[in-house]
């Protein structure tokens, strides 16, 4: 039986695009069910799900897995092949730290620069909590590339769980144009180069839901 992730809307669920975008890259076979954010029987059809009530959600036969982050530390378990954490200790210990912080924090960059990926590419004014949440991920992305990126482009040279987290942070700061260093430019870069980033980006823009409040131009809507 093949794992079926069930996800939101592709415009706008962060959450649900880390886990989708690393089952993409690894290369690991499974089925999509998308539910809008604003169906009427979203909150039931979760709930039947996980208690949690929430996307995205993992199924493998009779075990679900809820929030991104289990997710992710489920497909590396299932699939170590798949290497979405790094294998060097020191390297892994650092990964699951800054995903974590990831998962965890960053609540006015939430809040200031919502995902929504077919909005124009136009700068939007920061307060300074939200700056300070930009300058602390170019910190980490600065860090993660110096001490432990020399294998790739990404945060730990190879794509993984760490970069999955990230990615739309990375989204974010492109609709908005947030101004960020050249280590950080080209982390973008090489993420949003991804075919599988391409694959999404494509399917969101074709989605016929506009959700006003994660539209920070509403009554405005700025397509591409």
């Known amino acids: 039986m093949a794992l079926q992730l069930v996800i939101g809307n592709k415009n706008y669920s962060s959450w649900s695009f880390r886990p989708w975008l690393a089952l993409k890259v690894a290369g690991i076979a499974f089925e999509e069910t998308l539910i809008s954010l604003d169906a009427p029987d979203f909150k039931a059809r979760l709930l039947a ?25 489920y497909l590396a378990e ?30 006015p960059l939430r809040r200031e620069l919502p995902m929504n990926v077919r909005r124009r590419i136009v700068p939007r004014a920061l307060d300074k909590d939200t700056m300070a949440d930009v300058t602390r991920i170019e910190a980490i992305w600065n860090e993660c590339r ?34 960020v260093n050249a280590t950080a430019c080209d982390y973008m870069h090489a993420l949003m180069a991804l075919p599988a980033w391409s694959e999404w ?17 509403w009554p405005q809507v700025l397509p591409e």
């Not at 020191?90 to 990831?102: F, G, I, K």
């Open 49 to 73: 799900l996980s208690g949690a009530g929430k996307v995205p959600m993992l199924i493998d036969g009779d075990i679900h897995v809820w929030e991104s982050l289990a997710i992710l530390e």
């Open 78 to 107: 299932k699939f170590p092949a798949a290497a979405l954490w790094p294998h060097e200790a020191a390297a892994r210990a650092h990964a699951r730290a800054v995903a974590s912080e990831m998962h965890a924090g960053f609540q």
């Open 146 to 179: 110096s001490r432990f990126g020399k294998g790739g482009p990404f945060l730990y040279g190879a794509f993984g769980a760490a970069d999955a987290m990230y990615a739309p942070v990375v989204s974010r700061f492109h609709t908005y144009a947030v101004a």
């Open 201 to 217: 980006r494509e399917a969101a823009k074709r989605e016929p839901w506009v959700l006003p409040h994660d539209e920070v131009d």
